[in-house]
């Protein structure tokens, strides 16, 4: 169907180690969206990557999509506290293409 | 301010009462979303708008809820004879989307709904 899966549902890590979340559908994807949430906070978009197998850099965070086009990645170097939060993928679709879908979410929390 | 808001931030009813929400997004943005959220979940699609028309609406939700957006600017979302599920963060979005995608999805702060 729709949905995308993210996985894992939690991760904790020490500051300073790599955090990465992978996000999967079994249907091939028109373009995939990731957003990250605050505790207490509502989601913020981070990216868009449309292209087969497009990598794109924010500073510390390197973004993939697959090149089926089915799954892509969030990856953080040397996380910070400032990292904390869930991290959301959402895939365009349905009737319409104004319509996203958002997977579960990663919850990440970082120990200083 | 210019991003998205919404009113009330808190809502607290007893079941069976009608409430409703108002979004009013970034004006300039075209579309319109709401989401439903409970804890440790990812938003859930519950309509969107493209200006005034309803262009898609989750099969999920039930006939006791009803959105409209009639001007194209501000939007509400109604809910009918609440349940205790109804219990979530009502979260509206807006974008600049176009006919093949959705676009940068700019959310509100949310509307907090109990229902006890």
């Known amino acids: 169907g729709q949905q995308v899966m993210q996985i894992p549902q939690y991760q904790h890590v020490q500051e300073g180690e790599d955090f990465t979340t992978y996000c999967n559908s079994s249907t091939t994807l028109s373009n995939i969206q990731w957003y990250k949430q605050r505790p207490g906070g509502h989601p913020v978009f981070l990216i868009q990557l449309v292209k087969s197998g497009e990598v794109k850099k924010q500073k510390r965070l390197t973004f993939q999509f697959g090149e089926a086009k089915k799954n892509s990645s969030l990856h953080i170097t040397a996380t910070q506290t400032t990292d904390v939060g869930t991290y959301f993928c959402?895939?365009?679709?349905?009737?319409?293409?104004?319509?996203?879908?958002f997977g579960q979410g990663t919850i990440l929390t970082v120990h200083p | 301010d210019t991003g998205v808001s919404q009113d009330p931030r808190h809502k607290i009813t007893k079941r069976g009462q009608n409430v409703t929400f108002r979004c009013d997004p970034i004006s300039e943005h075209n579309r319109l979303y709401w989401y439903r959220q409970t804890l440790g979940q990812g938003p859930e699609f519950l309509t969107y708008f493209q200006n005034e028309a309803q262009l898609e609406k989750s099969r999920l939700l039930s006939d006791r809820f009803s959105a409209e957006r009639p001007k194209g600017s501000f939007s509400t979302l109604e809910i009918q004879r609440t349940e205790q599920g109804d219990s979530a963060m009502y979260l509206c979005a807006s974008s600049l989307g176009s006919r093949v995608e959705a676009g940068e999805l700019f959310f509100g702060e949310g509307s907090r709904l109990t229902v006890l």
């Open positions: 959402a895939r365009a679709g349905g009737t319409s293409y104004g319509k996203l879908t």
